[in-house]
Structure formats: C-alpha cells, structure tokens
C-alpha cells in the first residue's frame, strides 16, 4: 500500500488541498481514525466520547455489530450494489420491514419514494410533489428552519449565512414565526390565515420540522403541531414534515410528530435512516398525493443497496425491547441532568432546551456556548452548538450509547460548563 507517511493528526494535506468550505473539522481539526458506539478514536490514540453523533446521522453509534455485520454479509453475497431505481432484493428487504415495523404499528399509509441519497434532495423531491399536487407556488417555512443546501430546500432556510452561498434569489417561500418565537418580528400562523382571508393564494404546503435541529433545538408544542395541521388542511396545503434530523428516535419515538398525533401528508428522512451513517434518503408519501409522473424526479444514487441493508437491520432494533429500554434509560439520564444544569446554572442564564436525546443547554450569550464547546472538546468530547447564533450547546449522543459513558460525557460537560461559566460571574456578584 503506497500510503503517505504523515504524522498522526497531520491536517497538512486537507488544508493545502481542500475547499474552504469545510467546517465541523475546523473546530475538531483531530484525524478520526476508529469508531465503536459513542467513541471515536484519532489517529493518535486518543479517545473522545461523541455528543456529535454526525449530526444525527449515526443514531445507532458507530459501527454497531449487528448493522455492520449486515454490511459486510451484504458486501460479500456479491449484491448489486448500484442499483438505480431497479427491483432488488435489499429494496423489497428494507421496504417490507419498513411496512411491518415502523408504518404498520402505527397505522401510518404512505408510499415510499427513494430520492437521491441526501436530507436535501429529499426536501426538494417534498416541495416539488406539494407544488404539483396543489398547482400552487410559495410554501411556508418557519423561522430558523434548516431544511437544506440545495436552492429550493435553502429557499426554506432562514438562516443568512447558508443562504448567502446561493448567489440567487430564494424565492416562493412565505417565512412565519415558530412556536414561540415572538421575537422573530415575524407573523404566526393565527395572523397568516387573518391576511390570506383578504384574498391571496394559499400555500403549496407548510414545511416544518417538530424539533429544529439547526435552529437552536426549538420544540414545536402538540397544540401548535395541530392547529398548524389543521390549517393546512383548511387552506389544502400540503404539510411536510422535516425529520431528517428529528426523527429515527433522535426525539424518542420513531418519528418525531407521533406525540402530537398529527399524520403529515409528506414526511422527509435521511441521516440516521441507514442505520450505519451511509448515505440514503427517504420521503413518505400518503397515496393520494403520490401523482409523479414515472421518472419525474429522477436520480443516480436512488438505490444504494449497501444502505437498505443496513437501514434493515437498524430498524429491527425497534423490535427489540433492550433498544427500547437502554434508549429511555438514555432519555431519563439526560433529562435529569438537564434538570441539574437549570438549578446549578439558570441563575447564569442557562436554559434546557430540546427533546428526547435531541437536547441542549441554551445560553444567556454565544460566546459563552462557544467557550462550553471549546472547554468540552479540550476534554476530549465531540460536541457541536446550534442556533442562529450559536448559543446553544447540542448533546447528541447515539441512542444506544451506553449508561456509564453517558454519565461520563455529561459530567465532563458539567465540569466544562462550570469552568467557563461560573468563575467570572463569581467575581462579578462578589464585586457587586
Ligand atoms: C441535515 C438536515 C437536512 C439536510 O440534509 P443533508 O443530508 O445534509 O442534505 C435537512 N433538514 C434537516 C432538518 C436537517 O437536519
């Protein structure tokens, strides 16, 4: 093997040679070699614990046993592995499971589109059927959203920097407050459905994730979800739900809306769909709005069978009752701590915020989120913040991460947070 030989952590070859447009690696510039549930290990050695989880992408931790065994049965049976829109058996595999544990249990009917293997093109895919179902143009998105980069999905993006990078206008997209964004200066559904009465065009469809991921870790309320519903019915707009990086457990069960008892005409997944982190994207269309035209939204990478195997063998874990029981263990754990950090910090304008394993600790001012991060990194933790401004901490840990190595992480967080944020304002009261 003709193998550089670089020094371990040497980041020289992707800071002469890659786009400035790389990111998470700028604040965790470590080469991450290995990986095994919540642990990631660099080139030198050194472990870290992970709270990052890829973003939501690896739910199931990193190279869970069963999924990559999957994986690798899948590699050695000589499957097709690039498999277009064809029949193959890993398709039917996935979508059959798929039926019996996810849609069947609860009652849910919808057909499946496979689009291209990104959360982006499964939101482009989204609006493109509601704008045909309904012969209508704009769409509401809500602020903070995050719904991808590509130009329709950044369409319903707020935030400014990621639409900066379009280069063109963003049009056909109506931008309401979310639950409970008051200071969003922006008007809330109430009112939206006050000024359509005067005799503008309805919406295409409403877009909304329940829990925004990228926009700070805001929980959209059940009521809220149902009135949003409600009037999209009324107005017959077309409601999406994005749970590309809410749903797959990340808030507790398998789909994020279930709690709200609201069915979404179109719901978008990616992320944590494949189970191992490989790349695949899923919408779920309810049948009487599934009027593609064969062929209409194509795409090369629609059948990655390596992914429906390994999206197979992660959804047999909602089977199994030890998932189930170590994932609320999880939720408890953090939920608890949550509770912890307000009593021990809220005084310093600290808030908990999330849901499920999909949490956070908000903070008074972006620097100081900032100086949390960093104090966890140095602790040897893979952490990221959320929010227009970066004010919030987000702990993603896999679901499956084991109970003693989340205790782990969050007591090094507690230690973190208490060295950025405690000693100063300790001196201020003093002083005061
Ligand atoms: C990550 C994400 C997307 C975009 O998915 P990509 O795979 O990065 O294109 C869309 N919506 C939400 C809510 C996301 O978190």
Redesign the pocket.
Known sequence: MNRSASAPNDTTTFTAHESAVRSYCRRMPQVFARGQNAMVWDEAGTAFIDFFSA??ALNYGHNDPAIKQAAVDHLLSDAVLCGLDLHTPAKRGFIDDFQRIILGPRGLDYRLQFPGP???NA?EAALKLARKVTGRRRVVAFSKA????SLG?LAATENRQARQGAGVPLPHVIRLAYDGDDRSGLPGIDQFEATLQSGSEPPAAFIV?TVQ??GGLNVASAPWLQRLAALARRLGAVLIV?D??AGCGRTGPFFSFEQAGITPDIVCL??SISGLGLPMALVLIKPEFDVWAPGEHNGTFRGNTLAFATASAALRFWDQSAFHARKCGNEQIVRAWLDRMHQMFGSFGVTPCGRGLMAGLRFGEAAQADAVARAVFERNMLIETAGPHDEVLKLMPPLTIERETLVEGLERITDAISSVVTPVRVIERVAA
């Open positions: 973003c939501g990104t959360g982006t939101v995050f719904h991808g980069m999905a994730e991921g990228e994005d590309i990086q990616a992320k």
